[in-house]
């Protein structure tokens, strides 16, 4: 017997959160249309939560998988789609029972959703040691990365080790890095995103706000543990940056527990919903530091908080900026550090 996510008397369902294809829905939605066609007489439902999939793709998928099935099948599958506030079922003759339903069943997915998962420590470890080599603070030892970190001795060696020939151990046992580690950063790059749970946001309302927009929405609010980075992070360290205009605003959260906010970009903007970036260009980009300490660098003058250089090189790797990012990475790695940034 297939065991659902919620079920009543009358009505089953199915959950995916944060879904990025159609494939996903369409193998969601032949799963409920088999078990409908094999005995199962209840309504069913496939409930996407925050899908990073644009609406009227969601709808015309389902639209066409319907007219492909017997009619008595159909007629008993709906999708519903939760992003933000925004709750839409397919088709809309959803019984106010199965509602009551459905709303228990969001409340339990937005609190999955909202729960990052377990850091990747030595990832901390790696960006903290790039970011003290380019502030040029000189050897640290081992115990201190931990504290600012976070984390066991153990994974503070394993990121020491992965760096390799650029790390440098004084006699007392402290690490310094002599170079950027060029040959470790193809891979910290491309392990970035899901290291720092970056989140992508685009608009839903017909009426998008311009990075600018937002950016003035968290000076607002002030936010001490939320920082600026990708473009307008990378700009203020390098002016001469090789870009027109803010493709999008990236901000890093600090949150070292595993409940960060990660609903900061409702506040600043409720229309925002999470999206990928093959659906629709994003607007919003949302990182997380795990570490103990953020490092931000706080702007009075602007009522913000600045995200360390690393951070905004990794930004713009994400952004597929590339040039920009090698832009950036040869004046990082030629600096070799600075007074702040």
């Known amino acids: 017997m297939h065991s659902y996510d919620a079920e009543t008397q009358n009505a089953v369902v199915e959950v995916k959160t944060g879904v990025r294809s159609v494939r996903d829905v369409r193998a969601g939605l032949a799963q409920l249309a088999s078990l409908m066609g094999s005995g199962e007489h ?38 519903v789609v939760v992003a933000g506030d925004e709750r839409r079922s397919l088709p809309a003759d959803t019984p106010r029972a199965d509602w009551e339903l459905l709303n228990r069943v969001v409340a339990g997915a937005w609190r999955e959703v909202s729960t990052l998962p377990k850091p990747d420590m030595q990832s901390e470890v790696t960006r903290f040691l790039l970011l003290q080599w380019f502030m040029r603070t000189g050897p640290v030892a081992p115990g201190d990365v931990q504290d600012a970190v976070g984390c066991a001795y153990r994974t503070v060696i394993r990121a020491v080790e992965r760096l390799g020939r650029v790390v440098e151990r004084t006699s007392d046992g402290s690490i310094l890095l002599s170079a950027f580690p060029i040959d470790a950063w193809p891979g910290i790059v491309a392990e970035s ?14 009426q998008p706000r311009s990075p600018e927009s937002l950016l003035r929405r968290l000076e607002h609010l002030g936010r001490s543990d939320v920082a600026v980075g990708g473009v307008l992070g990378a700009a203020r360290v390098l002016p001469e940056l090789d870009i027109v205009g803010t493709p999008r605003l990236d901000i890093t959260v600090h949150g070292p527990t595993r409940n960060p906010d990660v609903e900061i970009a409702r506040s600043l903007d409720p229309g925002l919903v999470l999206t990928d970036a093959h659906t629709r260009p994003p607007t919003l ?38 040039a920009q990012a090698r832009q950036f990475l040869q004046h990082i790695a030629e600096s070799g550090g600075g007074e702040g940034w």
């Open 42 to 79: 209840r309504r069913a439902y496939l409930l996407l939560v925050e899908p990073r999939v644009a609406g009227d793709t969601l709808e015309e998928e389902f639209e066409r998988f319907r007219q492909a099935l017997r009619r008595d099948v159909a007629e008993r599958i709906h999708l």
């Open 193 to 206: 995103s899901g290291a720092r749970s970056t989140h992508l946001y685009s608009d839903a309302s017909g």
């Open 285 to 322: 980009a949302v990182h997380f530091l795990r570490r103990q300490e953020s490092l931000f660098e706080r702007d009075h003058n602007q009522n913000v908080a600045w995200a360390d250089p690393i951070e905004c090189l990794l930004d713009l790797y994400e952004a597929r900026l590339d």
